[in-house]
Nanobody, 125 residues
Framework: EVQLVESGGGLVQAGGSLRLSCAAS????????IGWFRQAPGKEREGVSC????????HYADSVKGRFTISSDNANNTVYLHMNSLKPEDTGVYYC??????????????????WGQGTQVTVSS
């Protein structure tokens, strides 16, 4: 059974930091790209960051470049999203997702085969 389990969300003040984790199981981790997406109330889900496990290439949305860092622990099939200098507009439910190979358009949600249940991140001003 494929599972993606996010953790690490919470309430933080603006300027603070959080680290999200995505624990994957049930598929060959190295064959996939793992993406982080977020969805704020009333808004569409948007891509935040992605890592292609086989070569370690990393991708970021412009809105988070320089503040967020994605990393992976391949031995434990886990991907992390380190979020620094958080802003109120970073608030939302954060999802991790797995795509078989790196999508040609990295943050196309339809390209991702598996999704986690999400973890809430709230940044207060």
């Amino acid at each position: 059974e494929v599972q993606l389990v996010e953790s690490g969300g919470g309430l933080v003040q603006a300027g603070g930091s959080l680290r999200l984790s995505c624990a994957a199981s049930g598929f060959t981790f190295d064959d996939y790209a793992i993406g982080w997406f977020r969805q704020a109330p009333g808004k569409e889900r948007e891509g935040v960051s992605c890592i292609n496990i086989i070569d370690g290439s990393k991708h970021y949305a412009d809105s988070v470049k320089g503040r967020f860092t994605i990393s992976s622990d391949n031995a434990n099939n886990t991907v992390y999203l380190h979020m620094n200098s958080l802003k109120p507009e970073d608030t939302g439910v954060y999802y991790c997702a797995a795509a078989f190979g790196l999508p040609s358009v990295v943050f196309t949600t339809a390209a991702y085969d598996y999704w986690g249940q999400g973890t809430q991140v709230t940044v207060s001003s």
